[in-house]
């Protein structure tokens, strides 16, 4: 079985969890604690694709979770450009979760070949979908003019 049809029985999706033991040492930083999962954004075909030269990275962002206390609807449905939260389904359960933008790692794609997503954690079709377009949105958003940023400033 060629590696790319590997990718694709294995399940490797946009939005499916990265188990932690996939991970190589050194990849993420010593801050990200054992609770926090690991949500796959790149694109369904980016995973799977056959060359590994064309597309030699898996790109992902850190999920924590958070306290039914902490839902803020400020954070909710991408209305917040750098922290998004949404509720996914964690051993059967739903648990809030939290990403940071700025929590966005990539690494070699072929660690894909060890393993399959984990199945203790389901992120839902559309809050996968949001958050690729949140994801997206940092690098495509209106900015302000110039001029207007000045005006602010000097109001504050």
């Not at 399959?116 to 559309?126: E, H, L, Q, R």
Request: with cysteine; glycine share 6%.
């Amino acid at each position: 079985m060629s590696p790319a049809s590997a990718l694709l029985e294995s399940g490797w999706r946009q939005g499916t969890v990265l188990p932690r033991e996939l991970v190589p040492e050194g990849v993420l930083p010593s801050s990200i604690g054992t609770d926090a999962k690991l949500l796959i954004i790149s694109h369904d075909c980016d995973l799977v694709n056959p060359s590994y030269e064309l597309e030699p990275y898996l790109e992902f962002l850190v999920m924590r979770p958070q306290a039914p206390a902490a839902r803020n609807g400020l954070l909710l449905n991408s209305k917040n450009p750098r922290r998004l939260q949404f509720e996914a389904e964690e051993l059967g359960e739903p648990r809030l979760y939290e990403i940071d933008i700025h929590e966005k790692y990539r690494m070699d794609r072929q660690i894909l070949e060890n393993g399959s997503p984990d199945a203790t954690v389901k992120v839902n079709a559309t809050d996968v979908r949001m958050a690729a377009k949140w994801t997206g949105r940092r690098y495509n958003r209106a900015s302000f003019p110039t001029a207007f940023n000045a005006q602010l400033t000097k109001e504050l």
